[in-house]
């Protein structure tokens, strides 16, 4: 089992950055044992895709709209894993949310319903 906590969400005008933080506390498992998606949902909206990780931080996925201005990375020793986000649009703005789970498979990697563990989420408002 694992618990998620983000933070780092806000309010930015567009064109600037936030760096959103997932912090895990697993219990029974380690945390390089999770795969680590980000996830968004916008309100009226459907949650969608944003970004994940693999469980050794070796390789990353990207929804299309944010390549390029997002970047995912995990710090292990620390459970924690980041969403740098550079450049950001009013469409970039709904409640963010990290999921965790340690039996995702890749093709399934951006179904929300793959990941057992979630956060709270964390708002990021992007004004124009």
């Known amino acids: 089992q694992v618990q998620l906590v983000e933070s780092g969400g806000g309010l930015v005008q567009a064109g600037g950055s936030l760096r959103l933080s997932c912090a895990a506390s697993?219990?029974?498992?380690?945390?390089?044992?999770?795969?680590v998606g980000w996830f968004r949902q916008a309100p009226g909206k459907e949650r969608e895709f944003v970004s994940a990780i693999a469980r050794r931080g070796g390789n990353a996925w990207y929804e299309d709209a944010v390549k390029g201005r997002f970047t995912i990375s995990r710090d292990n020793a620390k459970s924690t894993v980041y969403l740098q986000m550079n450049s950001l649009k009013p469409e970039d703005t709904a409640v963010y949310y990290c999921?965790?789970?340690?039996?995702?498979?890749?093709?399934?990697?951006?179904?929300?319903?793959?990941?057992?563990?979630w956060g709270q989420g964390t708002q990021v408002t992007v004004s124009s």
């Open positions: 697993a219990s029974g498992r380690t945390f390089t044992d999770y795969v």
């Open positions: 999921a965790a789970d340690s039996g995702v498979i890749l093709s399934s990697i951006r179904v929300p319903a793959q990941y057992d563990y």
